[in-house]
């Protein structure tokens, strides 16, 4: 099992920028992808973004591309999340994933494709 804790939300006004940390611990040698999702307000949870733990490549949902940057420090087992150019449609709980199954799927996007999560940290954008 992955344990995984998020922190780095707040309130921020529209045009500003938020870093988002997540740090994972227990079996960590099994992971093989880290993503971040977000859920809004009366919507499902969607897919953020996602990093390959070994080769570092990365892959961004439409509505963040440009904005965020995923990255990740293998010696630490964390995922960041940089959020700049924010926007009042930003605002959701952003969660924290893993994937420790190896599958063919380069980058997955889908929530069931991610096996371990954190327990969500709010993001506010509004002025």
């Known amino acids: 099992q992955v344990q995984l804790v998020e922190s780095g939300g707040g309130l921020v006004r529209p045009g500003g920028s938020l870093r988002l940390s997540c740090a994972a611990s227990?079996?960590?040698?099994?992971?093989?992808?880290m993503g971040w999702f977000r859920q809004r307000p009366g919507k499902e949870r969607e897919f953020v973004a996602t990093?390959?733990?070994?080769?570092?490549?990365?892959f961004y949902g439409d509505s963040v591309k440009g904005r965020f940057t995923i990255s990740r420090d293998n010696a630490k087992v964390t995922v960041d999340l940089q959020m700049n150019s924010l926007k009042p449609e930003d605002t959701a709980v952003y969660y924290c994933?893993?994937?420790?199954?190896?599958?063919?799927?380069?980058?997955?996007?889908?929530?069931?494709?991610?096996?371990?999560w954190g327990q969500g940290t709010q993001v506010t954008v509004s002025s």
């Open positions: 990093i390959r733990r070994s080769s570092g490549g990365t």
């Open positions: 227990g079996r960590t040698l099994s992971i093989y992808v």
């Open positions: 994933a893993v994937r420790t199954s190896f599958g063919t799927i380069v980058y997955p996007t889908e929530v069931n494709q991610y096996d371990s």
